[in-house]
């Protein structure tokens, strides 16, 4: 199984601020990965799919790249619905594993 | 609008079985794979299964292989998930989610709102 492996786990940052969340996979798996917002209480949502396709509604101050084992997740100016948790997904072979999650917290 | 609506979840025994149901809307279900995603209280995301439209083949993560079964009835829109020898650490929010593919890429597109299977004695 692919194993990935999200760094930080937990993020306190402030409105306005630039944040970055970073994604291994064990082996590589292409353009194969995915990203995820979580917020308490609620079902996960997709923000971004194939490392770096922004899906429609989602505000461009999102981004991504990577591809191989090395993936990146940006938010250029953190706004107060932001906070939540995210997660990365490989959908390059079952099972499609996911990250442990970066909590993203209010300074 | 695409729903997904799970039911099923409760309070089960270890070595115990239950099974979840998922009824789709909104979209034409046999032309889509169906994913189980579950999520133990305070813990991250576990890919569970994922059944692909036709219902021909299925994946199992290494956790519950052996004891649970994806299965779809595309004439009724429904996704099922038959979960035996049970155990506490199955203990989790179980959601439905609609795969889709971006050229290729597939992603969760859109998940129900979850149903708390809870294993204790």
């Known amino acids: 199984d692919i194993q990935m492996t999200q760094s930080p786990s937990s993020l306190s940052a402030s409105v306005g601020d630039r944040v970055t969340i970073t994604c291994r996979a064990s082996?590589?798996?292409?353009?194969?990965l995915n990203w995820y917002q979580q917020k308490p209480g609620k079902a996960p949502k997709v923000l971004i799919y194939?490392?770096?396709s922004l899906l429609s509604g989602v505000p461009s101050r999102f981004s991504a790249s990577g591809s191989g084992t090395n993936f990146t997740f940006t938010i250029s100016s953190l706004q107060p619905e932001d906070f939540a948790t995210y997660y990365c997904?490989?959908?390059?072979?079952?099972?499609?594993?996911f990250g442990q999650g970066t909590k993203l917290e209010i300074k | 609008e695409v729903q997904l609506l799970e039911s099923g979840g409760g309070l089960v025994q270890p070595g115990g079985s239950l099974r979840l149901s998922c009824v789709a809307s909104?979209?034409?279900?046999?032309?889509?794979?169906m994913t189980w995603v579950r999520q133990a209280p305070g813990k991250g995301l576990e890919w569970v299964s994922v059944?692909?439209?036709?219902?021909?083949?299925?994946n199992y993560a290494d956790s519950v292989k052996g004891r649970f079964t994806i299965s779809r009835d595309n004439s009724k829109n429904m996704l099922y998930l038959q979960m035996n020898s049970l155990r506490a650490e199955d203990t989790a929010v179980y959601y439905c989610?609609?795969?889709?593919?971006?050229?290729?890429?597939?992603?969760?597109?859109?998940w129900g709102q979850g149903t708390l299977v809870t294993v204790s004695s």
């Open positions: 989610v609609k795969d889709r593919s971006g050229s290729g890429y597939y992603f969760a597109d859109s």
């Open positions: 909104g979209f034409t279900f046999s032309s889509y794979p």
């Open positions: 059944i692909i439209g036709s219902g021909a083949s299925t």
């Open positions: 082996q590589s798996i292409s353009s194969y």
């Open positions: 194939a490392a770096s």
């Open positions: 997904q490989q959908s390059y072979s079952s099972p499609r594993t």
